[in-house]
């Protein structure tokens, strides 16, 4: 709720409650792991693809699993009218899109949960850094490569810290208490579950595919906060 100061007889906005926090995160992707992880429990290529798959929730396109279950569609992943225009009501039990998938966990969108999904909502935009990791190359190759994430929002802690505790290293609000997000999660010899019928598919020992690598916390003053500030006799 906003609340209001006294300035010079005129009552003004709190400068904390017309102003917003924002996040620079850095994040090194260990990419050699995550490839040799997909390599060493895939029965073939096709199969290993698939699987990186129902670990992020995207084809390497960007097309969703939502829409296109089976394989990739690059045409879709590259229409940004359509790669996105998708829901998860429809797949209670995650055979299209998992559950626990990394895209399906930070956007729940239409999906059952516990808590409200719309008091979380952030906005949070990222860019790869580093040279890539070369096509099938299972050997890391020293380089630093990852990504940076920039998230503004109105309250850290029930968006960003929030989505971070429960969403990512937790699984009570999507059914597997035990399990974190596979991609970004902190994993330590974790599991995820793949379900499919008949039966579905365990897979154990996840290490961590991802290190924070920094990351600073900052608030940004709103116009008014500005001005409020600027006129401060002190």
Known sequence: MSQSISQGGHEEADPAAVSRCRLCHRIRTQVADFRQYLRDRAKDPADEELLAAKFVGR??????????????????????????????????????????????????????????????????????????????????????????????GAHLDRQFEYAQRQWVNDGKFIGPPAEKDPLIGVNDDGGFTVPRQPIRRRFKGLPPFVVNWGGEYCFMPGLSALRWIADLDT
Request: proline share 10%; glycine share 10%.
């Open 59 to 152: 084809w390497p396109s960007g097309a969703p699993l939502a829409l296109t279950l089976d394989k990739d569609d690059p045409e879709l992943g590259a229409d940004p009218e359509r790669n996105n225009a998708f829901m998860y009501g429809d797949d209670p039990e995650g055979l299209k899109c998992l559950v626990g998938a990394h895209a399906r966990r930070m956007n729940p969108r239409d999906a059952v949960v516990i808590d409200e999904v719309r008091l979380h909502r952030m906005i949070v935009r990222g860019t790869a850094y580093g040279p890539p990791l070369p096509k099938g190359v299972l050997e890391d190759d020293g380089a630093d490569r990852g990504i940076m994430l920039a998230f503004v």
